[in-house]
């Protein structure tokens, strides 16, 4: 072991020649200290020469300690400690308020509150006796304590020296001491540091700040003053000057401040750490749980309002419906609630599909994703889109969560569109022009019409159009997109073509001009038309002359109903303008006349007339369908195979038809169009008689 004697007297020592129980530190071979103490004794010869040295050590390490620890309780028993922070506030008001009041959204003071924050502090100063303050990040007080006459008598002193009675001015002054030290200088300090920060106080003790963080971050400070006020006569005239303090009373708080050793200044430090981790770890909670319920409401919020069904099933049983999921099905929440969600389904194996579908695709894709068919409660069927997915993946056992959407006016748009569709390729199939479709950016052939596949000698769909059709290696020129398309990406209109084909030996324009540029403004105007009607997009209504659009159109519906059936156009003089979008008339004329042409059997008659009609109110008295007012007369006439009355009952039903799937238009589709347009819709029929 090597030693430390510097507290040993040698020359007395060697006067004396003996020492006794001197203590130092000593360190170990392995880097050790120990504290040790010496006994010495040295040996003379008869004449008084120096002979040698008995040394004896002891190791007093765990005595003292022992003795330290017999000292702090005997320190505790025998000293009053300050026990009441409560008590120590409302006696010794420092006569300018309540600080904390200044912290309006403080997450400490929010967190914890006033009482715990006062427990809390109770805990150190039980040992100090002196101050604390617990700040905000942004420096405001979430709690602070004078608990000792020094301290008291300081930062009243120097609350003063600001010269005003609003705590903020004084605040920001500079010239509250008390405040800058404790703030500026220490906890302001620790905040940067993200450490403990320890530093002498301007008001002659010692001040000790800590950190509190919450989730990684730094959320505040806590800190006490320490340490024995300044006995020195100097230290405390300029503290007396400094503060306008009256000596004397410097003299008389100094004194009456009870010391502490340095282990009960240790204890109360580890408590303050302590206090710091505990105030964070319960703001992180509060966070944590107002973040929870913030969630909680949130997904509540969105479970009420969705514009979707939202339910929650355990083994397929309901346990959580929305409000959409019952005006959905038509059911209360009760008869949902604690019921199989087998009550949703129209029968057995839509129940079961739904079950081995969604569980499949749960297990391979964690989502399961299914349509499906619901039943209302007052029997009528619905197509649903189901989405699934369970509350916990490795516990399926907790439950599913699942949104179902109403996808029936979709399914039903999707069959609308698909005869949107076949009916535009039988209009472009009547064309006597050669018409085809392509796509713009890869030149591919989407489509051609009869009159093309014969022109060209075959289908040619698939293949690159201007290969195609004009043996060229690259697009042409005319069929750019900046000529087709403008800058906002709008049709430029129809490209003309005035040159001869390479591939059939034939010039483009075979017919006239304008007969050409008509069928195809007006095929365009159909397919928008269409479109809109089967993605319920908006029309755009202008005045016009009903018998000039239908004029426009009698070429196009001789090649729609074809050559054994003749098109008769009656125009009535003097007719008044509508309003109305042209492609409607469009719709309303080809599907009249193509439903009219599935009518005859061979050869037969379709005629077109217009006029106009008054209704009075003897006409209302007569059928109160009818709306009074001037009309414009549009009437189609067949002599086809007519219908029988229990078809003509049905007529505008929605699903009903005498057809088979895909063909005809339903003449639902002409009440809807008729009911939008405000006007009357009438029709007769005899079986045999068209």
Known sequence: M????????????KSIGEILGVEFEMVKKNGDLILASFTGKISRDGKGNFQQTHC??????????????????????????????????????QGYGDLTELNRDGIILKSIGHERLKNFANDYLELLGTSSAIYEVNGDYAFGIFASGWCRMMDSASRKLCN?????????????????????????????????????????IRLYAVPIFAGGNVIGTINFGYGDPPKDPEKLKMLADIYHLNHDDLIREARAYDSRPPYIIEMAKKCLNSTATLI????????????????????????????VGIGSVVNRVLIKVNNRLCEMTGYDETDLIGHSSRILYPSDEDFDFVGRVKYAHIADHGTGI???????????????????????????????????????????????????????????????STVYVANMDTCEILFMNKRMITDFGGDKTGAICYSAFRKNSKPCECCTNDQLVDKHGNPAGVRIWNDKNPVTGRY?????????????????????????????????????????????????????IGEDIDLIWQAADQMWPVKMDPSQIDQILANLCVNARDAISGVGKLTIETGTKTFDEESIRQN????????????????????????????????FTTKEVGKGKKPFSMAELAEKLREVLNTASDKAQG
């Open 56 to 93: 004896i050590f002891h190791d007093i390490t765990a005595h003292k300690q022992a003795e330290g620890e017999l000292k702090r309780i005997e320190w505790m028993l025998s000293k009053k400690p300050i026990s009441n922070v409560e008590a120590q506030t409302e006696n010794h008001d």
């Open 2 to 13: 090597v030693g430390c004697l510097k507290k040993v007297n040698f020359p007395r020592f």
């Open 624 to 655: 109160p369908d009818v709306i009074p007012g001037d009309f414009v007369l549009l009437a189609v006439t067949d002599d086809g195979c007519g219908m029988d009355k229990d078809t003509l009952d049905n007529l505008f039903e929605p699903f």
């Open 508 to 560: 483009h324009i075979n017919y006239d001009l304008k007969e050409i540029q008509t069928a195809a403004t007006r095929s365009a105007d159909i397919t928008k038309q269409l479109l809109a009607f089967a993605r319920k997009q908006t029309i755009s209504p202008r005045q016009l002359d009903l018998n000039n659009t239908v004029e426009s159109m009698l070429n196009m519906l001789h090649r729609l």
């Open 280 to 307: 964070g770890s319960m703001v992180e909670t509060k966070q944590a749980m107002e973040a929870l319920r913030e969630s909680e409401n949130q997904i509540s919020s969105i479970f009420r309002s969705a514009p």
């Open 370 to 432: 299914v349509e499906t068919r619901w039943q209302k409660q007052d029997g009528t069927i619905m197509d649903i889109l189901l989405s699934s997915t369970p509350v916990d993946m490795q516990n399926q056992s907790k439950g599913v969560t699942f949104t179902a959407l109403d996808i029936t006016e979709r399914k039903q748009a999707e069959k609308e569109l698909k005869l949107a569709h076949e009916r535009i390729l039988a209009i472009l199939d009547s064309i006597d």
């Open 164 to 204: 005003s009675l609003d705590n903020v001015e004084a605040l920001n002054s500079g010239r509250w001491l008390c405040h800058e030290s404790c703030w500026v200088d220490c906890s302001k300090e620790a905040i940067a540091k993200r450490t403990q920060v320890d530093i002498a106080c301007t008001g002659g």
